[in-house]
Nanobody, 120 residues
Framework: QVQLVESGGGSVQAGGSLRLSCTAS?????MGWFRQVPGKEREGVAS????????MYSDSVKGRFTVSGDIAADTVYLQMNSLKPEDTAMYYC????????????????WGRGTQVPVSS
C-alpha cells in the first residue's frame, strides 16, 4: 500500500497563507487533501488527477486553496490562502489509484496528518 508523508503544517493567523506538501512512496493517479476537526467527519478539501491535471475542491475552500502536483516526485501540494479560523483542522494527504476518477469518495489511503491551527 502506498505510504504518504505530509509536511508544512503549523500555526498561522487569519488571512495568512500556508503550503502543505505530501510525498507518496509510489505513483498513484489520484492525490488529494482531506481535513478533520474533533467530533466531525473527515471531509474532502481538494483532489487532483495526475493523468489530466483535473482538480476538484470543496465549496468551502474554492477560490482560496489550490492543489497542484509534481508527478516526477510523486508529490502533491496544497496552497492555502486567505485562511480563516474555520479552516483549523488536521489536514490529511490522501491517495488512491482510480480509473474512474478522483472523487473524494474514491480515496482509500491517508497519511498521518498535519495540524493547521488558524488564529483570529
Amino acid at each position: 500500500q502506498v505510504q504518504l508523508v505530509e509536511s508544512g503544517g503549523g500555526s498561522v493567523q487569519a488571512g495568512g497563507s500556508l503550503r502543505l506538501s505530501c510525498t507518496a512512496s509510489e505513483y498513484t493517479n489520484c492525490m488529494g487533501w482531506f481535513r478533520q476537526v474533533p467530533g466531525k467527519e473527515r471531509e474532502g478539501v481538494a483532489s487532483i488527477d495526475f493523468r489530466d491535471g483535473d482538480t476538484m475542491y470543496s465549496d468551502s475552500v474554492k477560490g482560496r486553496f489550490t492543489v497542484s502536483g509534481d508527478i516526477a516526485a510523486d508529490t502533491v501540494y496544497l496552497q492555502m490562502n486567505s485562511l480563516k479560523p474555520e479552516d483549523t483542522a488536521m489536514y490529511y494527504c490522501a491517495a488512491t489509484p482510480s480509473w474512474i476518477g478522483c472523487a473524494f469518495d474514491n480515496y482509500n489511503t491517508w497519511g498521518r496528518g498535519t495540524q493547521v491551527p488558524v488564529s483570529s
